[in-house]
């Protein structure tokens, strides 16, 4: 068990901290990059845990494939970078953090694998030693948050026959906000949750609380040290501002947007009700328009009715028509 009192960071020192420097979150992607990009052990402990491999962890190996991460200069941080790893030497992962809807990159990801094949060949591998590789893309998404499911998991899939492909192509999502609602609402502590959350942490004690369950001592002072360099990297800050930056505009845009959505359903409401309105006055007033028609046509009987009674009592054709204010002629052919 690790002593609070035996840690170069305690939880007094990183509360502290926390007062001074804002943490740069591990779920902006070159800050996570750059942390677990320098801690390969620590990198490969996650990917075994959270792709649920069934390796050894201790008599596992693992090599860094690109030299992507980290960047030193601001030209660097302004691309998008992944962070590729093998295990075992037949393991390759493509990891990378994503802050934008997966419907708005899923095209992109599936162009992955063939690319990763056509590189493989291009190599000198033989196409028939394929199946005995496997290829993970780990996509950790920080920004959708109404989700069900903590993950997707997408395979080759045979519509005909309903069966997998082919399962060494896997493309693997986790939705960050999703683990880190079972961790705090549901007291959920299973070991893949808690690395998820820990890397939603939004300061420094709350990285603390959550690795020092999941790491031995060394392995989190080294952690911390690295997440408090990290965030004071001024080429990682400037990358947060932006990133804050374009997230404002884009709450901002999409704000708006529902402004303008409100806004556009209020006068169709208002629009609907001003139609229904309307056919409701011009059936007021074709009912009445019927009522004074029926009415005439009553009345215009009643005239005739007494202008015959007139005639059949003698009276005058003249004075009848003065009284009915029917004519002359209409009274002549009542006779």
Known sequence: MILEDEIKYTKDYLLKLDENIEMVPLTLDCAFKKVFGHNLELLKKFLIITLHLPIDEENCS???????QPKYNKRDYQMTFDVTVTLNNNITVTLEMNSEYFENIKERNLLYFEKKRVSMVESGDNPQNFSNFYLYQLNLNSREKNVSNGESVIVYYDLITKKVFSDNRIMVLKYLEYYRNLYYTEGNKEEEVMWLVGLTSRNFSELYDVFSQLLPLKQLQKLIE?????????????????????????YTKEKNQKKREEEFQKKEKELKKSEEELKKSEKELKEKEDKLHKDLESFQKEKVNIAKEMLQNGIDINLISKYTKLSVCEIERLK
Do not use: Q, T, Y
């Not at 800050?237 to 930056?245: A, D």
């Open 226 to 250: 690295d997440v408090i360099n990290m965030s004071k990297d001024v080429l990682i800050l400037h990358e947060w501002e932006k990133e804050k930056m374009e997230a404002l505009v884009a």
């Open 62 to 68: 693992i090599k860094l494939e690109n030299s992507e």
